[in-house]
């Protein structure tokens, strides 16, 4: 570093005089030299020198301490301390005014050069480091991102006027302050206070990332849903030396979220009923104009109506009649599960006589050209469940088994009572058509129905009736299927034994 211009500070004239000329021996230029603090602090502001080598013994009222500390303040300048006293008491003083260097007389050339070299190269590394120091403050205060910095402890060291605005907090009351304090989130579901992220970094020592719904609990109490990520801040691998959080206010794009999410609903919801009226109508017509056919038939016939004409027309009345029930029992199910009002009333049930009975009633009232086989694997098959939800969960399943099997094709209703997991696992089994892979993922969706139905009667909504009766039990459906070879509905619910009989929950 030659030619770095020193001003030389030293009471004593012949030893100034010596210096400097060892000075220029070295290369650098000196800008003069002064005997007092007064001179010192002058020849400083006149000459612009790049380093002061400044005696701590000096003529008038200031010493070289003293006379250091005042061009500390008025001049960016490394001061290097000569001297012939190396007690500890000036050494402490002279620490306080952060000397670059301090050599004790006598000193050699080469103890001069290394000390001023050092002195130079400290000052402009320190200057960069301020510098990079003073840009990263201007980038972080003027980024619309949240920032706030933490030490090892958690105590926040920093805030920018983006965190400043989102907290409610100004930097100068959240310095020193514990960043849980500052910082405090809760979950927007569950209302519970979640782990602040410093504190899961300072632990885990990485990246840490915020939940989907969380949200900031401000100064004032006002709660302003926020993502972030909280980092690490290392000097070595192993060693944090505090941490970083980074956070942004997503009340506008929650907002947009919600508001995307009601009008994807409502256009749903318009799909839905255009959907519902158009299917119901046409299945309310079928049966209607059964019975209404049968009417007239038994009308215009009158007296000459045979017995077992009449017996046919009956029963097709009857039929379509049962039909339409059915149809509203489906259509008034989905209404109260869409209004949120499906009631889920456990008692106790005895699982393997209750299939047995849905099973004889089934045959009994649709006459089932297909043979229904039931089997129970298990001797303990007491459960506390939804006697009504079970009924119209297995009635539409063992309904559709029949619908898509061949005449006189076989059903396999199997039961399993688990009391090591604690489940009922139901089987119910056809060799019916199949339904194509490709419809499988969407069965459960309102008025879908498979594509090679063709044209087997159907609403699409008894597996979406099925789908709610298993969620209400918390419990869980599969289904595989192979077109051609028949299809396996799999139920598995909580045998609920511990369940209180009284529990009675809107759903």
């Not at 001179?39 to 003529?59: G, H, N, Y």
């Not at 949240?146 to 605005?165: D, S, Y």
């Not at 410093?198 to 006002?222: A, C, H, P």
């Not at 009633?361 to 297909?370: E, L, M, N, Q, T």
Request: charged residues 25%; proline residues 3%.
């Amino acid at each position: 570093m030659g030619q770095a211009k020193i001003l030389v500070v030293e009471d004593e004239v012949i030893v100034a005089r010596t210096i400097a000329s060892q000075l220029s021996q070295l290369g650098y230029i000196v800008t003069g030299t002064a005997s007092s603090g007064k001179v010192a602090i002058a020849k400083a502001s006149e000459t612009q020198p790049e380093l002061v080598l400044m005696d701590i013994i000096l003529k008038g009222e200031m010493d070289g301490i003293a006379t250091a500390s005042k061009i500390r303040e008025q001049l960016d300048v490394p001061v290097i301390y000569l001297t012939a006293y190396g007690d500890d008491h000036t050494l402490e003083r002279a620490k306080i005014t952060q000397p670059f260097g301090y050599i004790v007389k006598p000193f050699t050339t080469k103890d001069l050069r290394i000390a001023i070299e050092i002195g130079l190269l400290k000052h402009q590394l320190e200057r960069e480091l301020r510098e990079n120091r003073d840009q990263l403050a201007t980038l972080l205060n003027s980024i619309s991102d949240a920032v706030i910095a933490t030490n090892e402890q958690g105590t926040v060291t920093f805030m920018n006027p983006a965190a400043e605005a989102l907290t409610g907090w100004q930097q100068k009351d959240a310095l020193g302050n514990e960043a849980t304090k500052i910082f405090h989130l809760v979950d927007e579901v569950t209302e519970t206070t979640l782990e602040n992220p410093v504190t899961k970094v300072l632990r885990e020592q990485q990246v840490v990332y915020l939940g989907e719904f969380t949200s900031l609990i401000t100064k004032n109490g006002k709660r302003v849903p926020i993502g972030d990520s909280a980092s690490p801040i290392k000097q070595r691998p192993d060693q944090i030396n505090g941490v970083v959080v980074v956070f942004w206010d997503l009340s506008e794009r929650r907002q947009t979220k919600l508001l995307e999410q009601a009008l994807e609903k409502e256009q749903e919801l318009n799909r839905l009923k255009s959907l519902f009226i158009s299917t119901v109508s046409h299945e309310f017509r079928n049966p209607l104009t059964v019975i209404q056919t049968s009417v007239e038939l038994i009308e215009m016939q009158g007296a000459n109506l045979t017995d077992a004409k009449r017996g046919i027309y009956l029963k097709r009345i009857q039929g379509a009649v049962r039909s339409l029930e059915k149809l509203m029992e489906e259509v008034l199910f989905m209404g109260r599960a869409e209004a949120e009002k499906l009631r889920y009333n456990p008692v106790s049930l005895h699982l393997e006589q209750f299939c047995r009975e849905l099973i004889e009633d089934f045959s009994i009232v649709k006459s089932s050209a297909c043979e229904i086989v039931f089997t129970c694997h298990s001797d303990n098959t007491n459960a506390v469940m939804d006697e009504g939800l079970l009924h119209y969960l297995f009635e539409n399943l063992v309904s559709n088994a029949v619908k898509y099997s061949p005449r006189g094709g076989k059903i396999q209703f199997d039961l399993i009572c688990d009391p090591i997991e604690k489940v009922a696992i139901f089987y119910i089994q056809d060799q019916g058509m199949g339904i194509p892979e490709s419809d499988q993922d969407k069965l459960f969706e309102s008025f879908y129905r498979a594509s090679n139905v063709q044209s087997i009667k159907g609403t699409g909504l008894g597996l979406v009736i099925v789908k709610r009766c298993v969620d209400a039990h918390r419990g869980q459906i599969t289904v595989t299927s192979q077109v051609g070879v028949g299809t396996t509905f799999t139920v598995t619910l909580p045998l609920n034994s511990e369940l209180s009989l009284t529990e009675d929950s809107e759903l």
